[in-house]
DNA sequence: TACTGTATATAGTATTGCTAAGTAGTGGCT
DNA sequence: AGCCACTACTTAGCAATACTATATACAGTA
Protein backbone atom coordinates (compact mmCIF):
# COMPACT_ATOMS: atom_id res chain seq x y z
CA UNK A 1 0.00 0.00 0.00
CA UNK A 2 1.59 3.32 -1.02
CA UNK A 3 0.96 6.46 0.10
CA UNK A 4 -2.01 7.19 2.25
CA UNK A 5 -1.15 10.14 3.81
CA UNK A 6 -3.17 12.56 2.12
CA UNK A 7 -6.51 10.23 1.64
CA UNK A 8 -5.66 9.93 5.84
CA UNK A 9 -6.24 14.01 6.45
CA UNK A 10 -9.25 14.78 8.46
CA UNK A 11 -9.44 10.87 9.57
CA UNK A 12 -6.96 10.13 11.41
CA UNK A 13 -8.15 12.87 14.01
CA UNK A 14 -11.32 11.05 13.84
CA UNK A 15 -10.03 7.33 14.14
CA UNK A 16 -7.85 9.00 17.22
CA UNK A 17 -10.99 10.28 19.09
CA UNK A 18 -12.80 7.53 18.34
CA UNK A 19 -9.88 5.15 20.24
CA UNK A 20 -9.31 7.93 22.88
CA UNK A 21 -13.47 7.34 23.48
CA UNK A 22 -13.36 3.85 24.38
CA UNK A 23 -11.06 4.66 27.71
CA UNK A 24 -7.88 6.63 29.01
CA UNK A 25 -4.79 5.99 26.60
CA UNK A 26 -1.78 7.35 26.02
CA UNK A 27 0.26 8.60 22.96
CA UNK A 28 2.87 5.87 22.80
CA UNK A 29 0.06 3.26 22.64
CA UNK A 30 -2.28 4.55 20.48
CA UNK A 31 0.80 4.83 18.33
CA UNK A 32 1.04 0.83 18.71
CA UNK A 33 -2.89 0.26 18.48
CA UNK A 34 -2.40 2.24 14.73
CA UNK A 35 0.56 0.40 13.69
CA UNK A 36 -1.65 -2.87 14.96
CA UNK A 37 -4.48 -1.73 12.90
CA UNK A 38 -2.45 -1.76 9.89
CA UNK A 39 -1.61 1.93 9.93
CA UNK A 40 2.14 1.19 9.97
CA UNK A 41 3.05 4.07 8.01
CA UNK A 42 1.91 6.76 10.46
CA UNK A 43 5.11 8.34 12.26
CA UNK A 44 4.85 8.87 15.51
CA UNK A 45 5.59 12.32 15.12
CA UNK A 46 1.96 12.66 13.34
CA UNK A 47 0.24 11.07 16.44
CA UNK A 48 1.34 13.54 19.18
CA UNK A 49 1.48 16.75 17.01
CA UNK A 50 -2.26 15.51 16.11
CA UNK A 51 -2.70 14.91 19.95
CA UNK A 52 -1.20 18.44 21.13
CA UNK A 53 -4.14 19.58 18.53
CA UNK A 54 -6.69 17.98 20.53
CA UNK A 55 -5.62 19.21 23.69
CA UNK A 56 -5.08 23.08 22.42
CA UNK A 57 -8.70 22.90 20.76
CA UNK A 58 -9.76 21.84 24.36
CA UNK A 59 -11.33 18.08 22.87
CA UNK A 60 -9.43 16.04 25.68
CA UNK A 61 -8.60 16.34 29.31
CA UNK A 62 -5.83 14.69 29.99
CA UNK A 63 -3.54 13.23 33.14
CA UNK A 64 -0.03 12.81 33.37
CA UNK A 65 0.89 9.64 35.19
CA UNK A 66 4.39 8.53 36.06
CA UNK A 67 5.65 4.87 34.28
CA UNK A 68 7.18 2.21 35.51
CA UNK A 69 9.05 1.57 31.81
CA UNK A 70 10.21 5.17 30.84
CA UNK A 71 8.81 8.83 31.34
CA UNK A 72 6.27 9.70 32.26
CA UNK A 73 2.97 9.32 30.35
CA UNK A 74 0.03 11.72 29.39
CA UNK A 75 -3.37 10.26 29.46
CA UNK A 76 -6.18 10.74 27.26
CA UNK A 77 -9.66 10.85 27.46
CA UNK A 78 -12.68 13.04 25.23
CA UNK A 79 -14.37 15.71 27.27
CA UNK A 80 -18.06 16.56 25.72
CA UNK A 81 -16.72 19.04 22.73
CA UNK A 82 -14.76 15.99 21.82
CA UNK A 83 -17.14 13.62 21.90
CA UNK A 84 -19.18 16.14 19.89
CA UNK A 85 -16.47 16.08 17.54
CA UNK A 86 -16.08 12.42 17.03
CA UNK A 87 -19.90 12.18 16.44
CA UNK A 88 -19.21 14.88 13.52
CA UNK A 89 -17.05 12.74 12.10
CA UNK A 90 -18.90 9.92 12.32
CA UNK A 91 -21.73 11.88 10.40
CA UNK A 92 -19.22 12.76 8.11
CA UNK A 93 -17.49 9.79 7.17
CA UNK A 94 -21.01 8.16 6.59
CA UNK A 95 -21.69 10.96 4.33
CA UNK A 96 -18.61 10.43 2.11
CA UNK A 97 -18.56 6.61 1.84
CA UNK A 98 -21.70 6.29 1.30
CA UNK A 99 -21.50 9.04 -2.01
CA UNK A 100 -18.33 7.24 -2.73
CA UNK A 101 -20.35 3.60 -2.81
CA UNK A 102 -22.92 5.29 -5.06
CA UNK A 103 -20.18 6.51 -7.62
CA UNK A 104 -18.68 2.96 -7.55
CA UNK A 105 -21.45 1.06 -7.80
CA UNK A 106 -22.79 3.54 -10.59
CA UNK A 107 -20.48 1.10 -12.78
CA UNK A 108 -20.96 1.36 -16.58
CA UNK A 109 -23.11 4.46 -16.18
CA UNK A 110 -21.63 7.36 -18.10
CA UNK A 111 -22.39 10.62 -16.07
CA UNK A 112 -25.79 9.28 -14.44
CA UNK A 113 -27.35 9.40 -11.13
CA UNK B 1 -23.33 18.48 7.01
CA UNK B 2 -20.41 21.09 7.66
CA UNK B 3 -17.08 21.21 6.72
CA UNK B 4 -16.04 18.34 4.16
CA UNK B 5 -13.01 19.38 3.01
CA UNK B 6 -10.01 18.51 4.96
CA UNK B 7 -11.45 14.81 4.91
CA UNK B 8 -12.28 15.05 0.61
CA UNK B 9 -8.24 15.84 1.26
CA UNK B 10 -6.59 13.11 -1.26
CA UNK B 11 -10.58 11.75 -1.73
CA UNK B 12 -11.33 14.41 -4.37
CA UNK B 13 -9.63 13.54 -6.98
CA UNK B 14 -9.92 9.88 -7.09
CA UNK B 15 -13.69 10.74 -7.14
CA UNK B 16 -12.94 13.16 -9.95
CA UNK B 17 -10.59 10.13 -11.67
CA UNK B 18 -13.63 8.00 -11.66
CA UNK B 19 -15.89 10.10 -13.05
CA UNK B 20 -14.05 10.95 -16.11
CA UNK B 21 -12.90 7.23 -16.87
CA UNK B 22 -16.96 6.95 -17.28
CA UNK B 23 -16.26 9.16 -20.47
CA UNK B 24 -15.12 12.50 -21.64
CA UNK B 25 -16.17 15.27 -19.45
CA UNK B 26 -15.21 19.02 -18.95
CA UNK B 27 -14.65 20.79 -15.92
CA UNK B 28 -18.22 22.71 -15.82
CA UNK B 29 -19.81 19.37 -16.17
CA UNK B 30 -17.90 17.75 -13.66
CA UNK B 31 -18.93 20.29 -11.13
CA UNK B 32 -22.68 20.19 -11.78
CA UNK B 33 -22.02 16.09 -11.15
CA UNK B 34 -20.52 16.23 -7.77
CA UNK B 35 -23.41 19.28 -6.96
CA UNK B 36 -26.15 16.43 -7.94
CA UNK B 37 -23.70 13.63 -6.01
CA UNK B 38 -24.08 15.42 -3.22
CA UNK B 39 -21.20 17.34 -2.39
CA UNK B 40 -22.43 20.90 -2.88
CA UNK B 41 -19.89 22.34 -0.53
CA UNK B 42 -17.38 22.01 -3.22
CA UNK B 43 -16.00 25.03 -4.97
CA UNK B 44 -15.86 25.76 -9.01
CA UNK B 45 -12.67 26.49 -7.72
CA UNK B 46 -11.31 23.58 -6.41
CA UNK B 47 -12.64 21.38 -8.78
CA UNK B 48 -10.56 23.59 -11.84
CA UNK B 49 -7.64 23.79 -9.48
CA UNK B 50 -7.23 19.71 -9.25
CA UNK B 51 -8.03 19.41 -12.88
CA UNK B 52 -5.09 21.58 -13.62
CA UNK B 53 -3.03 18.98 -11.16
CA UNK B 54 -4.21 16.21 -13.17
CA UNK B 55 -2.81 17.88 -16.52
CA UNK B 56 0.23 18.33 -15.02
CA UNK B 57 0.91 15.08 -13.49
CA UNK B 58 -0.27 13.74 -16.94
CA UNK B 59 -3.05 11.65 -15.88
CA UNK B 60 -5.20 13.14 -18.69
CA UNK B 61 -5.70 13.73 -22.24
CA UNK B 62 -7.41 17.14 -23.26
CA UNK B 63 -9.57 17.90 -25.86
CA UNK B 64 -10.57 21.35 -26.42
CA UNK B 65 -13.87 22.02 -28.41
CA UNK B 66 -16.30 25.11 -28.72
CA UNK B 67 -19.43 25.19 -26.72
CA UNK B 68 -22.79 26.74 -28.22
CA UNK B 69 -23.77 27.97 -24.83
CA UNK B 70 -20.34 30.28 -23.76
CA UNK B 71 -16.36 29.58 -23.65
CA UNK B 72 -15.26 26.91 -25.18
CA UNK B 73 -14.77 23.50 -23.22
CA UNK B 74 -11.82 21.08 -22.41
CA UNK B 75 -12.68 17.84 -22.38
CA UNK B 76 -10.77 15.58 -20.01
CA UNK B 77 -9.68 11.46 -20.51
CA UNK B 78 -8.03 9.45 -18.63
CA UNK B 79 -4.90 8.47 -20.12
CA UNK B 80 -3.17 5.27 -19.21
CA UNK B 81 -0.92 6.48 -15.84
CA UNK B 82 -4.52 7.90 -14.89
CA UNK B 83 -5.97 4.73 -15.10
CA UNK B 84 -3.37 3.09 -12.70
CA UNK B 85 -3.75 6.22 -10.88
CA UNK B 86 -7.29 5.52 -10.30
CA UNK B 87 -6.86 1.45 -9.36
CA UNK B 88 -4.13 2.61 -6.77
CA UNK B 89 -6.76 5.43 -5.49
CA UNK B 90 -9.48 2.73 -5.10
CA UNK B 91 -7.04 0.06 -3.38
CA UNK B 92 -6.20 2.77 -1.16
CA UNK B 93 -9.76 3.55 -0.44
CA UNK B 94 -10.90 -0.34 0.40
CA UNK B 95 -7.78 -0.66 2.53
CA UNK B 96 -8.84 2.74 4.49
CA UNK B 97 -12.47 1.98 4.59
CA UNK B 98 -12.11 -1.57 5.77
CA UNK B 99 -9.49 -0.37 8.39
CA UNK B 100 -12.52 2.00 9.85
CA UNK B 101 -15.31 0.03 9.67
CA UNK B 102 -13.01 -2.88 11.67
CA UNK B 103 -12.52 0.38 14.20
CA UNK B 104 -16.32 0.85 14.65
CA UNK B 105 -17.33 -2.30 15.10
CA UNK B 106 -15.13 -3.35 17.75
CA UNK B 107 -17.54 -1.85 19.45
CA UNK B 108 -16.92 -1.56 23.26
CA UNK B 109 -13.85 -3.37 23.41
CA UNK B 110 -10.78 -1.55 24.72
CA UNK B 111 -8.33 -1.00 22.84
CA UNK B 112 -8.41 -4.73 21.72
CA UNK B 113 -8.48 -5.93 17.62
C1' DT C 1 -26.70 48.37 -21.03
C1' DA C 2 -26.84 45.04 -17.46
C1' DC C 3 -27.61 40.62 -15.77
C1' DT C 4 -27.66 35.47 -15.87
C1' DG C 5 -25.67 31.22 -17.15
C1' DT C 6 -21.85 28.90 -19.18
C1' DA C 7 -16.80 27.99 -18.83
C1' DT C 8 -11.98 28.32 -17.31
C1' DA C 9 -7.87 30.12 -14.56
C1' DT C 10 -5.09 31.72 -10.65
C1' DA C 11 -3.11 34.04 -6.40
C1' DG C 12 -3.01 33.60 -1.66
C1' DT C 13 -4.46 31.11 2.73
C1' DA C 14 -5.37 27.33 6.12
C1' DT C 15 -5.22 22.73 7.56
C1' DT C 16 -2.96 18.68 8.37
C1' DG C 17 0.24 14.81 7.76
C1' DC C 18 5.40 13.95 7.17
C1' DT C 19 10.51 14.08 8.14
C1' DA C 20 14.00 14.74 11.16
C1' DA C 21 15.85 15.85 15.19
C1' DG C 22 16.00 16.38 20.10
C1' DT C 23 15.02 15.38 25.20
C1' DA C 24 14.43 11.94 28.98
C1' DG C 25 13.70 7.77 31.94
C1' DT C 26 14.57 2.61 32.65
C1' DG C 27 17.05 -1.51 32.21
C1' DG C 28 20.35 -4.84 30.01
C1' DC C 29 24.94 -5.99 28.14
C1' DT C 30 29.92 -5.62 27.93
C1' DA D 1 30.94 3.24 33.70
C1' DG D 2 29.55 3.40 28.83
C1' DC D 3 26.57 2.03 25.20
C1' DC D 4 22.34 0.58 23.37
C1' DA D 5 17.36 -0.50 23.11
C1' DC D 6 12.88 0.49 24.35
C1' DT D 7 9.71 3.63 26.27
C1' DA D 8 7.63 8.36 25.87
C1' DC D 9 6.93 13.06 24.47
C1' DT D 10 8.05 17.59 21.75
C1' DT D 11 9.03 20.70 18.07
C1' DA D 12 10.68 23.05 13.66
C1' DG D 13 10.19 23.14 8.96
C1' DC D 14 8.19 20.99 4.64
C1' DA D 15 4.61 19.29 1.26
C1' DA D 16 0.09 18.38 -0.46
C1' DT D 17 -4.42 19.80 -1.17
C1' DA D 18 -8.93 22.15 -0.49
C1' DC D 19 -10.83 26.91 0.12
C1' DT D 20 -11.83 31.94 -0.85
C1' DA D 21 -11.93 35.44 -3.91
C1' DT D 22 -11.25 37.33 -8.07
C1' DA D 23 -10.60 37.65 -13.03
C1' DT D 24 -11.53 36.60 -17.85
C1' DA D 25 -14.75 35.65 -21.60
C1' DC D 26 -18.85 34.15 -24.61
C1' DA D 27 -24.08 33.86 -25.45
C1' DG D 28 -28.68 35.00 -24.65
C1' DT D 29 -32.23 38.01 -22.70
C1' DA D 30 -34.65 41.92 -20.20
Redesign the interface.
Known sequence: ??N????????LEG?VL??IS??E?YGY?IVK?LT????EGIAEGTVYALLMRLERNRLVNIAKKPSEMGPPRKFYTLNEQGREKLM?F????D???S??E???NNG????E?
Open positions: MDLSEMLKGVIEIRGIEYQMGFSWAKWFLSRIILRGNKHL
